[in-house]
């Protein structure tokens, strides 16, 4: 064996999958769907092969073709509208979606949060909302002295506030 040593270079994300495979034909309206690259919600589904339409749809091809699924979905970050059309036999992304809760602590002047853990720790790394009527919520909520706990939805290795509830006034 040789003295030399051996040093790698990974670019690979140590971490688990941000997605997972389905069947295009059993994402339903309401699901999750990976179009483009970007986490989305479905809001139209059209299968050819469903006597009802769920808001997805499905159209049937030629004679050796495949059933093909429509979907119309947005954004979970920009709410930007996004369309696919896939064989309903054929695997999609789909990203694995995570909500968690966090007291509001404090906003700093740069348009950052500060959150509380359930361990008790801070996270500091999230901007305020971009969304007008939430971020009013959690601005106004905050100087007014309330109690607030935002909700942050996880996918894809990107987070962002997407609600706010009122758990009181401080004492």
Do not use: W
């Not at 994402?27 to 092969?49: A, L, M, S, T």
């Not at 990107?158 to 401080?170: F, M, P, W």
């Amino acid at each position: 064996m040789s003295d030399e040593e051996h040093h790698f270079e990974s670019k690979a994300d140590a971490g688990a999958s941000k997605t997972y495979p389905q069947q295009a034909g059993t994402i339903r309206k309401n699901g999750y769907i990976v179009i483009k690259g970007r986490p989305c919600k479905v809001v139209e589904f059209y299968h050819d092969n469903l006597e009802q339409v769920v808001e997805v749809s499905t159209s049937k091809t030629g004679k050796h073709g495949h059933a093909k699924c429509h979907f119309v979905a947005i954004d979970i970050f920009n709410g930007k509208k996004l369309e696919d059309i896939v064989p309903s036999s054929h695997n999609c992304d789909v990203p694995h979606v995570n909500r968690t809760d966090y007291q509001l602590i404090d906003i700093s002047e740069d348009g950052f949060v500060s959150l509380l853990t359930e361990s008790g720790n801070t996270k500091d790394d999230l901007r305020l909302p971009t969304d007008e009527n939430l971020l009013k919520q959690v601005k106004d909520g905050f100087q007014e002295g309330k109690d607030l706990v935002v909700s942050v939805m996880s996918a894809m290795g990107e987070e962002q506030i997407n609600a706010v509830k009122d758990i009181g006034t401080k004492n």
